[in-house]
T-cell receptor, first 114, second 113 residues
Framework: DTGVSQDPRHKITKRGQNVTFRCDPI?????LYWYRQTLGQGPEFLTY????????KSRLLSDRFSAERPKGSFSTLEIQRTEQGDSAMYLC????????????FGPGTRLTVL | SQQGEEDPQALSIQEGENATMNCSYK?????LQWYRQNSGRGLVHLIL?????REKHSGRLRVTLDTSKKSSSLLITASRAADTASYFC?????????????FGQGTILTVHP
């Protein structure tokens, strides 16, 4: 399968714990995006990378959130000291360089914070 | 906050009928895209229309864009039960980073066999 993959697909954690999600984009895509989607809503932009550079972060991304793309390939999203409000689906997408082009989404990681 | 607002929030039709969903947005855009999301699955890109385009077709899909009214519509013709999903419009706003999509809340489409 050459699509975008995310791991894990589901994560249940207790409030206060740290969690890390991984995204593997389509191999030739140099842009990688993270979105968050809560029930009944559309995805909300969190951050994106052009190769290994993180170019923009949403105001939604508090100091407890950090994302990396160390070698310009896979990316990780870490949430520290999780809160119940962090419960959501975290979606990763990738695309070729900027322009009028589509994004390819992964299946998402569903986070539940108890 | 979401820039795109879809209308209706939910739509229920019979197989073979046409389904029309509308999207309104607030700022100038580079392009507008439509995505489909099946229950429990990721988003799938359906069609992209650039700001200088007015209409685009792809198979049973027809998208229109009216930049003067800041609105778009998605028409699915001859619907099938497999079209049952949530449909989102997403705008790539001018003046922001290319590719930073802003999604609406979506339209839930149910097609009854």
């Amino acid at each position: 399968d050459t699509g975008v993959s995310q791991d894990p697909r589901h994560k249940i954690t207790k409030r206060g714990q740290n969690v890390t999600f991984r995204c593997d984009p389509i191999s030739e895509h140099n842009r990688l995006y993270w979105y968050r989607q809560t029930l009944g809503q559309g995805p909300e932009f969190l951050t994106y990378f052009q190769n290994e550079a993180q170019l923009e972060k949403s105001r939604l991304l508090s100091d407890r959130f950090s994302a990396e793309r160390p070698k310009g390939s896979f990316s990780t999203l870490e949430i520290q000291r999780t809160e119940q409000g962090d419960s959501a689906m975290y979606l990763c997408a990738s695309s070729l360089a900027a322009g009028d082009i589509e994004q390819f989404f992964g299946p998402g990681t569903r986070l539940t914070v108890l | 906050s979401q820039q795109g607002e879809e209308d209706p929030q939910a739509l229920s039709i019979q197989e073979g009928e046409n389904a029309t969903m509308n999207c309104s947005y607030k700022t100038s855009i580079n392009n507008l895209q439509w995505y489909r999301q099946n229950s429990g699955r990721g988003l799938v890109h359906l069609i992209l229309i650039r700001s200088n385009e007015r209409e685009k077709h792809s198979g049973r899909l027809r998208v229109t864009l009216d930049t003067s009214k800041k609105s778009s519509s998605l028409l699915i013709t001859a619907s099938r039960a497999a079209d049952t999903a949530s449909y989102f419009c997403a705008t790539d706003a001018r003046g922001t980073s290319y590719g930073k999509l802003t999604f609406g809340q979506g339209t839930i489409l149910t097609v009854h066999p």
